[in-house]
């Protein structure tokens, strides 16, 4: 149980900077997940709170204790990695064991943790198998296994889902998230899977670059990016953000605060029938029509500038493809922001 | 899996293609691997005019030979100290260049010369470090108080030959060592650093397992090259001597044979050697594919 701090935190390579300064304050049990675009920064971030990777400058907190200076074995925390990592010559026993028994934990301590991490993870069949003669979900467990025998202040998790095919990969979030509630322990969790962040994460960390976007829970996120780039990196199909320019015809401009030249509009917040409460109109025709279960994406291109978007839309909707249509979005559920910044217009 | 095949417009083809490569294994390998095989059953009378047929007298007679049975130990020292500290000293190296990582190519250029160096070489290059009148190394240990004769200390002898002998095959086992280092994955050994881990005990308890494959492998190959490839080091630096104490099997064959022109016992102890090399083969394929895997 700890807390983890990271101030100003930065790390590069030679010349090339990884993590630019990073602020982030994490709760006792909190899940934070780590997310952004490949290569930026969150598996180095990771590896500096692990003490695998030196620090450039900035400080990490464990606990309140900086750490900085101090050897993974030393910060009293437990990493899963991407590819777990087994010792692939020692039984799932041995691999269980093994952190255990450097830090001179009795015996019976040690078997009384081996057994409940067995039984938490459904692996007690396995005991005595190695690695090799297991499966990727079994292996993936067995990972998990050797985190939480160790009863750290942290779990660390560097894409621990990313090499399991789609269905293993929904069912081990679901059984990380009741694990770690179950268990309290504070964790850092990466992962560039939006799926997976929004749904396990109790605050989410964006990142880009190097840089730290936005900071928020995931509705929070979702629902107030403060970035064009967390506009287009949170939700699937991704926010549409449409120059100001091209709502040519409506009465927005009034309405939008001062400085925004771009509106983002989440493809389910179209409706196709004008809504009662006050909405813009935009005239398109429909591109393509994706039947996709429940919903149907509707990739439709706006006459004023030529710009594609993509509208969900419920059930399958009665549209000829290549035809002219009005879409509707209500004015409330416009994300204003400014090209020049970046970020938000409506933000103090 | 589909096994590529190459189709040869004639029956013939394939044979003529091969036919250089099988002529030159003939007659330099197994034609006179045979004739020591014949020659380890005859005695040759010392004018060379009549040999005979005595079954297994040479045999018989090299083995109750003291003379024998003394190279015979001498040969498992020399053959195990060399294995030892070359397959000691090249881990040592390896695991250095592999601290520093991919950026470890010309220092491990360099660490393979010797590799490249004919054993007579080798031979001669330590003799002339070793040379008590004008050698560097007698100098530094008179300085230590250790006065260095190996033309007339055995053991002085013996160590010296160990060292030339070691030196030149720890080249060939860095390499090993090096490409089995590097496969081993960076995680376990990060995984191993958050399970308390010190770097020896990663070491020991992860990584120098994980080799055991390759460590196995050339703990054959030096015993083998120890016992069968360092007539050349023999001859150069101390020729057998002082006093036989350097005359390991591989070198006294050659003494027997060539200089004392006793060609029965020669070929009766050059067919023991080929089976002792057999034998090693055979266990080495039957261990690296069982006991040593993971
Ligand atoms: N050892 C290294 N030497 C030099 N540059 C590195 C090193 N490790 C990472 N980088 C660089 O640092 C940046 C961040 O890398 P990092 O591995 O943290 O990305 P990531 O966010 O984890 O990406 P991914 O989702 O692909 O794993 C990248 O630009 C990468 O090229
Ligand atoms: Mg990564």
């Known amino acids: ?348 | 899996m589909q096994t590529k095949r190459t189709i040869f417009p004639s029956k013939l083809l394939p044979y003529i293609l091969l036919a250089p490569q099988l002529a030159v294994t003939l007659i330099f390998f197994i034609w006179p691997a045979l004739q020591a095989v014949k020659s380890s059953f005859e005695r040759e009378d010392p004018f060379g005019f009549r040999t005979t047929f005595i079954w297994f007298d040479n045999y018989r007679r090299i083995f109750a030979d003291p003379n024998y049975l003394s190279s015979l130990g001498r040969t498992a020292i020399f053959a195990i100290s060399v294995t030892l500290l070359s397959m000691a000293i090249s881990l040592l190296l390896a695991v250095a260049v592999n601290r520093l990582l991919r950026s470890g190519k010309v220092y491990t250029t360099l660490l393979v010369w010797p590799y490249a160096v004919a054993p007579v070489v080798v031979g001669i290059l330590w003799w002339f470090i070793f040379n008590p009148s004008i050698g560097l190394a007698p100098y530094i240990l008179r300085g230590l108080g250790i006065s260095w004769n190996h033309r007339i200390d055995g053991n002085q002898a013996m160590i010296l030959i160990i060292i030339a002998a070691a030196w030149k095959q720890i080249s060939y086992n860095f390499l090993f060592f090096v490409a089995g280092l590097q496969s081993v994955p960076q995680s376990l050994n990060e995984a191993a650093a958050i399970d308390g881990a010190g770097p020896f005990k990663r070491f020991w308890t992860i990584i120098f397992p994980l080799i055991s494959p390759t460590t196995f492998f050339l703990l054959i190959i030096n015993i083998n090259y120890a016992m069968f490839d360092t007539f050349g080091i023999v001859d150069a630096t101390t020729s057998g001597g002082p006093a036989q104490a350097t005359n390991i099997l591989v070198y006294k064959v050659y003494t027997d044979g060539v200089l004392n022109l006793n060609i029965g016992s020669s070929a009766a102890q050059s067919v023991i050697l080929m089976l002792i090399v057999i034998a090693l083969t055979i266990v080495q394929f039957r261990f690296v594919e069982r006991r040593v895997q993971y």
């Open chain 1, 1 to 348: 149980m700890a807390t983890i701090s990271l101030i100003d935190l930065m790390k590069s390579y030679g010349d090339i900077p990884a993590v630019k300064g990073v602020n982030l304050d994490v709760a006792d049990g909190e899940l934070i997940v780590l997310v952004g675009p490949s290569g930026c920064g969150k598996s180095t971030l990771l590896r500096m709170v692990a003490g695998l990777e030196t620090v450039t400058s900035g400080s990490i907190e464990i606990g309140g204790r900086n750490v900085v200076k101090a050897e993974p074995a030393e910060r009293d925390i437990a990493m899963v990695f991407q590819n777990y990592a087994l010792y692939p010559h020692m039984t799932v026993r041995g691999n269980l064991e093994y952190g255990l028994k450097n830090r001179g934990t009795p015996r019976e301590e040690i078997n009384r943790r081996v057994r409940e991490a067995a039984d938490i993870l459904e692996i007690g069949a396995l005991l005595d198998r190695k690695p090799r003669q297991l499966s990727g979900g079994q292996r993936q467990r067995v990972a998990m296994g050797r985190a939480i025998v160790r009863e750290p202040a942290a779990f660390l998790f560097d894409e621990p889902l990313s090499n399991l095919d789609a269905k293993l990969r929904v069912q081990m979030r679901v059984e990380i998230r009741k694990l770690q509630r179950r268990l309290k322990t504070t964790s850092l969790y990466v992962t560039h899977d939006q799926l997976e962040a929004m749904t396990l994460a109790d605050r989410l960390v964006v990142m880009n670059s190097g840089l730290v976007e936005q900071i928020g829970t995931p509705t929070e996120v979702y629902d107030r990016p403060a970035t064009l780039f967390v506009a287009g990196f949170i939700g699937s199909p991704p926010m549409n953000l449409i120059p100001v320019s091209s709502l040519s015809g409506n009465e927005v401009s009034a309405g939008l605060p001062s400085g925004t030249d771009i509106v983002g509009i989440r493809p389910d917040a179209f409706v196709l029938e004008q809504p009662a409460e006050p909405s813009l109109a935009l005239e398109a025709s429909v591109e393509l029509l994706e039947p996709i279960g429940g919903e149907s994406h509707l990739h439709v291109r706006l006459n004023s500038s030529g710009q594609s978007i993509v509208l969900s839309v419920p059930g399958r909707p009665e549209i000829a493809e290549v035809s002219d249509i009005v879409v509707h979005a209500r004015l409330a559920d416009l994300h204003p922001f400014s090209a020049q910044t970046g970020r938000r217009a409506d933000n103090p």
